[in-house]
């Protein structure tokens, strides 16, 4: 795979629900970095703050640079990304890159991700390497969750990579296809950890670059208290329905249909 940034077609799948404070701003920023061509695919889930009209209007403005996915509800992480993946995967993007709308999610560390992508099947932002940092404003109890549930989750499936639950990623679309996104099947956070597992069981190359993990500019988290407790069950579900999986089951490539 030739890798030369200017040459590849990199999608950003931008999952929002309520994002409209931070949606121009992300789409402006990742614009300006030194990734021509990069275009955005926004997926939003009917927001009841109007994002989807922000992204209406983006769209509209620069119909080259960005899309935009509407749903009629709040339907879910794991969904989102789903779509968002296929149709990135259908429009012949190279390169598929998820990542809040939030701003945790620094867009300068795409340049350096993207070149990494040479010798590795996915690069993965990790907070929990040498030199990966959460946001130091975090209280002591949301870090502690956020650690004991990313040791839970490495536990429980042998997840080599330190951050199971990362949500800043940059795919090869040979790594996506060879996933197959038919068998990826959790909605909500547990997404993350699917993705992670499946493609380690596959035998993908798993690089791990540290992020500092800065806490979202503005707006609400969706995590919420029952969502993480709903999230610890599911990664059992994930290793009864991969456990098995090996990498002569990778699936085959997937046709550019836009
Ligand atoms: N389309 C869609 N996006 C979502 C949904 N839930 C969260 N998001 C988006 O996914 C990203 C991560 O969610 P966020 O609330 O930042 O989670 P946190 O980083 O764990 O606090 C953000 O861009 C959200 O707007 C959903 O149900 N549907
Ligand atoms: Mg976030």
Redesign the pocket.
């Not at 707006?219 to 995590?223: A, F, N, Q």
């Given at each position: 795979m030739l890798l030369t940034a200017s040459l590849v077609e990199i999608i950003v799948v931008?999952?929002?629900?309520?994002?409209a404070d931070?949606l121009a701003d992300m789409a402006e920023a990742l614009w300006a970095l030194p990734l021509p061509g990069l275009r955005v695919l926004v997926?939003?889930?009917a927001s009841p703050d109007g994002t989807g009209a922000v992204a209406d209007r983006l769209a509209g403005a620069y119909p080259d640079r960005l899309g935009v996915i509407h749903?009629t509800g709040?339907?879910?992480?794991g969904t989102?990304y789903v779509a968002g993946f296929r149709r990135a995967l259908a429009e012949g993007a190279d390169v598929v890159v998820q990542m809040?709308?939030?701003f945790?999610h620094s867009p300068s560390y795409l340049p350096p991700f993207i070149e990494k992508l040479a010798e590795y099947d996915v690069v993965v932002g990790s907070r929990y390497v040498a030199d990966g940092k959460l946001d130091e404003r975090w209280e002591k109890g949301r870090v502690a969750l956020s650690l004991w549930a990313n040791r839970y989750a490495r536990a429980i499936l042998g997840i080599r990579a330190e951050d199971a639950t990362a949500?800043f990623k940059v795919w090869r679309r040979a790594t996506l296809e060879g996933i197959g996104l038919d068998r990826i099947h959790s909605n909500g956070?547990v997404f993350q950890v699917e993705m992670a597992y499946v493609a380690q069981r596959l035998g993908y190359r798993v690089l791990e670059q540290p992020i500092y993990f800065e806490d979202?500019r503005i707006?609400?988290?969706?995590?919420t208290i029952p969502v993480k407790l709903e999230a610890a069950w599911r990664v059992w579900e994930v290793a009864v329905r991969h456990g098995r999986l090996t990498p002569a089951q990778r699936r085959a490539a997937q046709p550019v249909t836009a």
């Open positions: 931008l999952p929002t629900f309520n994002e931070n997926v939003d889930d749903r709040k339907g879910g992480l989102a809040d709308c939030d945790s949500g956070y979202r707006g609400r988290s969706k995590m």
